[in-house]
């Protein structure tokens, strides 16, 4: 029983990560049908530029501001010179760009960053807190934390505010959007904000827990990926429970099949739920126009 | 005389092979231009997939995974002649295709692309996690095919570059051939008509499935013998002939030189190929610049290269 | 002369809204019927479930004595049945040739081996295939246009162009959406004489047209749609004087106003 609830704790907290990654795919989706295979990216700059800036004797608060800040800008800057530029563009070209970006991103940070492994220090210790003969790392409920209060935040900002409205008018529909008044160029700019802002948490919340280096933004986009879609492209409630969802998959394979294909587990079940339900849990339904 | 555009590809393709040669500064350029025709015949199968039927797979590299695998465990395992070994990866790989295929061509787009992906990154695994077999990442050595020492005895004595230069020019050409046999014949056409419009397409009876499903497989086809023949002049094959980048690459290729016809995705393979080349000067920039060359590319030569070449060279024509 | 086209109370649903709701009528060979209505009646719905893109949620759709409800589009034109779009679905990026080539398809079709080996008997067909192409866009009146990119040309001209590929299957039932749309005066009358000349031949056509002088001047028989239900039908003389027919057009013109 014990050892089940480690597995959960694990799970959760990297399903956590995930779930803030796959939340970051949903806004740009949302606003601009673009699947962003450099999300992976914002999670990786957190991470570094938190240890970078930490490294240089700042205090870890501040770091993780100027990380997420310099990510949010990096995110805006991306969708200036690469994603509005082609727009229009097929699917392929822009699974290609965003790659593109992707590859080019770990490219500059290996050249500035080094190579190495890195990491800081955890925000409340690392004394593991006892819960029910299992054990979680005080890091790793602040991971959790972070994905629930970007879930509500976002929540209440599309729900709530008349800009979230704006977003959402304007995935549904630019050009109507546009007619009464969206600026929809500026709701893409606050999206891919919004959206490398939360990878950037993301990856300077896990950090102390995964550890960073310029290459780790691949796999964090794919199986942030795996659960946008297991939760249904487009519907932040998916990509909160998709992301978990990996997350617990994963671990429970580590724990209970085979730790070698942890990593397998999550695209099995991919594949089982894209054959059987294509929408996703939550995903909207699609009828083709003819 | 006009020649047709399959006539004037696989002359240029066969000048290539023959006359490029003439021009290495050392034996070393064999190598890189035997890579580039094996990843050109990589290429050409995504040209069917994507240029022709306009199915989005990122997991092909797992077919070349297979096919690689094929000719470093079944010469061994099976006592079977390297060749045979390249045939037998390809006829898993179609067995694979096939059964994969079924499912998840019901998918489209990001949906198909990331099934794909998933189908990949499981080979990649398996090929990374049974060491028994596999010896994991460390990567294995794989048999001699023997070819060359058959042509010594006929007196034609190339050395191990030359024989691979060649060996893999004549397979591209075979490849290309195939591939623009396809492009104007019943099956070609449909291909193309689903990829124009798949509801279109039914109406005219086009078994819609069916058809995705045969691209699919002569792809994964192509990708197979692309990574035996890779596995095979190497002498050695890790992983990473089955990863995520990998099939990255491929996509990559083909579009950039243009997905829509096999000379231009050859182009493509061709730059992709010899970018690294170029650049292992600045080897620290290579990743960079081969991001950057992806992303301008796609942005201000969406059809690709090659197509964007022709219509610039028209334009002035007109 | 027997039914080849008989549609019986058939009806769909979109998230709770009736979009067809028990709609009946049949097509013999050699005639042709209108579909017509406001926008919005449902007619391209109707054309939708008989041609097997949506499934009907009720009825049945029988094809020359078979029931073919829900069946597949594909299995559709082998069994002889085609359609055009009200939206064009045009093949962009082939040529006008290949667009109604692909009508051909069934008739051309063969082994993938064949095909990629090029083959002699490949060969054959695709040639044979391509006659025949050329031949039926000499009479849509695009032979010269065969080819340019269809991509480029005149909305009028590719709606000939379906016309041609839809015919290229050689159908026993034809369904025709709009085809005259965005055609001028003169290119409205070839069509004209081009469904007629196909109807007399014995081909079941079943026609959707806003253009109502050309709905009055071929049809035999008019169904007519009102919010997803049939209101009225009968040959066009008697339709036009329906109060309810009226009653609906006009009910939809102040709508609009």
């Known amino acids: ?47 570094m530029i938190t240890w970078f800036a930490h490294a240089q004797g700042l205090p870890l608060p501040l770091a993780a501001l100027i990380a997420i800040a310099v990510t949010a800008l990096l995110g805006v800057a991306m969708n200036k010179l690469m994603i509005e530029p082609a727009r229009g563009a097929p699917v392929v070209s822009l699974i290609i760009i965003t790659i593109g970006a992707s590859i080019f991103i770990q490219g500059g940070t290996q050249l500035i960053f080094g190579k190495e492994i890195h990491s800081f220090p955890a925000f409340s210790g690392d004394e593991p807190l006892r819960i029910g003969g299992a054990t979680i790392l005080p890091q790793s409920l602040w991971v959790i934390a972070g994905a629930l209060v970007v879930y509500v935040a976002l929540w209440l900002f599309f729900t709530r505010t008349l800009l979230g409205r704006a977003v959402l008018a ?102 089982l739920v894209l054959f059987f339900m294509p929408q996703g849990l939550f995903g909207r339904k699609s009828t083709d126009r003819v | 005389m006009r020649l047709t555009p399959k ?21 070393y350029y064999y190598r890189v231009g035997a890579l580039l025709f094996v990843n050109g015949i990589a290429v050409t199968g995504i040209v069917i997939l994507t240029g022709y039927a306009g199915q989005i797979s990122l997991g092909h ?55 794909t992906l998933g189908f990949g990154i499981l080979v990649s695994m398996v090929l990374n996690n ?149 650049l292992t000067v600045f080897a620290e920039y290579e990743q960079m610049v081969l991001g950057l060359v992806m992303v301008l590319v796609m942005i201000f030569l969406r059809e690709g290269l090659l197509p964007s070449i022709f219509k610039a060279i028209r334009g002035k024509g007109e | 002369m027997s039914d080849l086209l008989s549609v019986e109370g058939l009806g769909i649903a979109f998230g709770g809204i009736k979009a067809v709701n028990d709609v009946s009528f049949r097509v013999r060979a050699g005639e042709i019927v209108s579909v017509i209505g406001p926008n919005g009646a449902g007619k391209t719905t109707l054309f939708n479930m008989i041609s097997g893109v949506y499934l009907p949620g009720s009825g049945r759709v029988v094809l020359n004595g078979e029931d073919v409800t829900g069946m597949a589009p594909h299995l559709l034109a082998r069994r002889g049945l085609s359609r055009t779009f009200q939206n064009l679905q045009i093949f962009q990026s082939m040529t006008v040739l290949e667009n109604a080539v692909t009508g051909y398809h069934l008739q051309e079709r063969g082994p993938v081996l064949a095909d990629l080996l090029g083959l002699p008997s490949s060969r054959r067909r695709a040639r044979t295939a391509d006659a025949g192409a050329r031949r039926l866009l000499a009479r849509v009146g695009l032979d010269r246009a065969a080819e340019r990119e269809a991509g480029n040309l005149s909305y009028g001209s590719l709606k000939r162009l379906e016309i041609a590929r839809a015919l290229a299957l050689n159908p026993k039932v034809l369904l025709l959406d709009e085809p005259a749309a ?42 007519v749609l009102d919010h997803g239900e049939k209101i009225a039908e009968g040959n066009p003389a008697a339709v036009s004087q329906n109060p309810a027919v009226i009653a609906a057009y006009l009910g939809a013109e102040n709508a609009d106003g």
């Open chain 1, 1 to 47: 029983m014990s050892e089940l609830l480690q597995f959960l704790f694990s799970g959760l907290t990297v399903g956590a990560v995930y779930a803030l990654v796959a939340l970051g795919f949903t806004i740009i989706y949302n606003a601009s049908d673009v699947v962003n295979f450099a999300q992976g990216e914002f999670v990786m700059l957190g991470g």
């Open chain 1, 170 to 271: 304007t995935a549904n529909n630019r050009l109507a959007a546009q007619l009464v008044g969206i600026n929809t160029s500026f709701v893409m700019t606050l999206s891919f904000a919004l959206s490398a802002a939360i990878g950037a948490l993301g990856g300077m919340l896990a950090a102390p827990i995964t550890l960073t280096a310029y290459n780790v933004g691949i796999g964090f986009a794919l199986k942030g990926f795996a659960g946008a879609m297991l939760g249904g492209m487009g519907s932040p409630k998916g990509a909160l429970t998709g992301g978990f969802l990996i997350g617990l998959i994963e671990a429970l394979t580590a724990g209970y099949v085979s730790s070698q294909y942890k990593d397998a587990a999550a695209f099995v079940v991919i594949l």
């Open chain 2, 7 to 27: 006539a004037a590809t696989l002359l240029v393709l066969a000048l290539l092979v023959a006359l490029t040669p003439f021009f290495f500064p050392s034996g």
């Open chain 2, 61 to 115: 590299a797992g077919f070349s995974g297979i096919g690689a695998y094929a000719c470093a465990l079944a010469p061994t395992h099976l006592g079977l002649h390297p060749a045979l070994a390249i045939v037998l990866g390809a006829a898993l790989s179609a067995v694979l295709a096939y059964l994969v295929g079924r499912p998840i061509l019901r998918l489209k787009g990001y949906y198909l692309g990331v099934a």
């Open chain 2, 130 to 278: 049974e060491r028994d077999l596999t010896n994991g990442p460390d990567g294995i050595d794989v048999p001699d095919l023997g070819l060359r020492a058959l042509l010594e005895t006929w007196g034609l004595d190339l050395t191990n570059g030359q024989f691979w230069y060649f060996f893999c020019g004549l397979s591209l050409i075979l490849g290309a051939w195939l591939a623009l046999n396809l492009y104007d014949s019943p099956t070609g056409r449909a291909l193309r008509a689903l990829h124009g419009s798949e509801v279109a397409a039914r109406t005219v009876g086009v078994d819609v499935a069916r058809l995705k499903l045969q691209a699919f497989v002569i792809s994964a086809v192509y990708a197979s013998v692309a990574g035996s023949l890779l596995a095979l002049q190497n002498k050695f094959i890790t992983p990473d002939v089955a990863g995520f980048m990998h099939s990255i690459e491929m996509v990559t290729m083909a579009v950039l030189g243009g997905v829509g016809s096999v000379l231009g995705a050859i182009l493509g393979a061709g730059i992709l190929t010899l970018l690294p080349q170029v």
């Open chain 3, 182 to 223: 965005g055609c001028n005066a003169v290119e409205t009358e070839e069509i004209d004489h081009l469904i007629a000349e196909v109807a007399a031949a014995g081909v079941a056509i079943l026609l959707v047209e806003h253009d109502m002088k050309m709905v009055m001047r071929i049809s035999n028989h008019i169904v």
